[in-house]
Each structure stands twice: as structure tokens, then as C-alpha cells.
């Protein structure tokens, strides 16, 4: 069974600093990974989608790499800023479900 | 376009009542799938459907049924609600199976409370 953590469980940052958000999984034999967005009340947002052929995907202010061998993943976000305050989920895929990590809670202190 | 529509957003139950989470795409999707959240474990996955017709389990699918009559919509009935059931449930959709690709839309969520 794929098991999916996310550390630290939160985070808080002072604006302009750069963001650094970790996850690890157990079986290597994925499909892709994705990094999603939550803010309170509301659904998942998908950030970045890396495919397991690829080692990572840019996206504006964000970068997301991906490292099958070591069950690894890090989401990168650059010069935060207050608006990135939000619950960071990573998700990895295999044919027909995605697995979750229960999720960094991050705080951008303006 | 509204995407993917979840309804009920809060619903409180008693034991022992049962109920229908709505979901509805209006993206053509085949895919959809329904997830609950509970705080500290992430996103589990309850029941899916890969086309109108076909369903299948998940993760965790005691205590719930599910029926996909048209590609819209795909709806989660609780049977006999449980404390236990009470979470946040999340139905998403993707063009096609959600782990194998392509982005999958998720609903804003339905807060259920069983007392």
C-alpha cells in the first residue's frame, strides 16, 4: 500500500522568503505526482502535475521536482507572499487513484 | 462553466439516517470519484467511476453506495450513518482514470456531521 507523508505538518514563513514543502512515498511504481492547493472551506486546487518520466515542472513562482529512485518530491515556492498562506497537499498516482499526503499548512506572515 | 458542483456544502445527520451527496461535472468527464478528508490522514479514496455504468471501490467503502446512470453526475449514499462518517467529502473529476495523468477538478466539498 502506497503510503504518502508531508513534512513538517506546518510552516510559517516572513514574506519574500522562499518556500520549501517535502513529500515521501513508499512505492516507487507511480504514474505522476501532483501538488495541490486548499484554502479553508474550499476544494483542491491542482498546482503541478509531474508525469514519473519527468523530474520536474515550473509553473510562475513555483518548481516541483521529483525523484522516483528516492520516493521524493519538493514543492519550491519563490519569494513568498501572503497569498500563498494555504494547506499544500501532495498526491501520487497509480492507475486509478491518487494517494494523499495529509498536507503542509503553510503560513506567510506579511 | 461550473466545473464540478457539490450539494449539500453542510449537512448534519443522526445515527442511523441515511442520505445522498450530490455531484455533478459539467466538463464531459468520465472519470469521477468520490474522497473523504479527515484531519491528519489526507484524502482517502471512498468509490470511483470510470464511464456511466461502471463503478468501482476504493480505499474505504463500507458504508457507502454509489451509481453513475449519466456522465454528469455521480452521486455518494450514506446507507446507515455512522459517527464514524463524519468528515469532509470531496468529489473530483478528470477526463480519465485520476491517477493516470491528466488534472483532476475537485468540488469545494460537503461538511457532514452524524450525531
Known amino acids: 500500500k502506497q503510503e504518502v507523508t508531508q513534512i513538517p505538518a506546518a510552516l510559517s514563513v516572513p514574506e519574500g522568503e522562499n518556500l520549501v514543502l517535502n513529500c515521501s512515498f513508499t512505492?516507487?511504481?507511480?504514474?505522476?505526482l501532483q501538488w495541490f492547493r486548499q484554502d479553508p472551506g474550499k476544494g483542491l486546487t491542482s498546482l503541478l502535475l509531474?508525469?514519473?518520466?519527468?523530474r520536474e515542472q515550473t509553473s510562475g513562482r513555483l518548481n516541483a521536482s521529483l525523484d522516483k529512485s528516492s520516493g521524493r518530491s519538493t514543492l519550491y515556492i519563490a519569494a513568498s507572499q501572503p497569498g500563498d498562506s494555504a494547506t499544500y497537499l501532495c498526491?501520487?498516482?497509480?492507475?486509478?487513484?491518487?494517494?494523499f499526503g495529509a498536507g503542509t499548512t503553510v503560513t506567510v506572515r506579511a | 462553466n461550473a466545473g464540478v458542483t457539490q450539494t449539500p456544502k453542510f449537512q448534519v445527520l443522526k445515527t442511523g439516517q441515511s442520505m445522498t451527496l450530490q455531484c455533478a461535472q459539467d466538463?464531459?468527464?468520465?472519470?469521477m470519484s468520490w474522497y473523504r478528508q479527515d484531519p491528519g490522514m489526507g484524502l482517502r479514496l471512498i468509490h470511483y467511476?470510470?464511464?456511466?455504468?461502471?463503478?468501482d471501490q476504493g480505499e474505504v467503502p463500507n458504508g457507502y453506495n454509489v451509481s453513475r446512470s449519466t456522465t454528469e453526475d455521480f452521486p455518494l449514499r450514506l446507507l446507515s450513518a455512522a459517527p464514524s462518517q463524519t468528515s469532509v467529502y470531496f468529489c473530483?473529476?478528470?477526463?480519465?482514470?485520476?491517477?493516470?495523468?491528466?488534472?483532476?477538478?475537485f468540488g469545494e466539498g460537503s461538511w457532514l456531521t452524524v450525531v
Open positions: 498526491a501520487v498516482g497509480n492507475d486509478y487513484k491518487l494517494s
Open positions: 467511476s470510470v464511464g456511466a455504468g461502471i463503478t
Open positions: 466538463m464531459n468527464h468520465e472519470y
Open positions: 509531474i508525469q514519473s518520466s519527468q
Open positions: 512505492d516507487s511504481a507511480i504514474y505522476n
Open positions: 473530483a473529476s478528470s477526463y480519465s482514470r485520476g491517477g493516470a495523468g491528466n488534472t483532476i477538478y
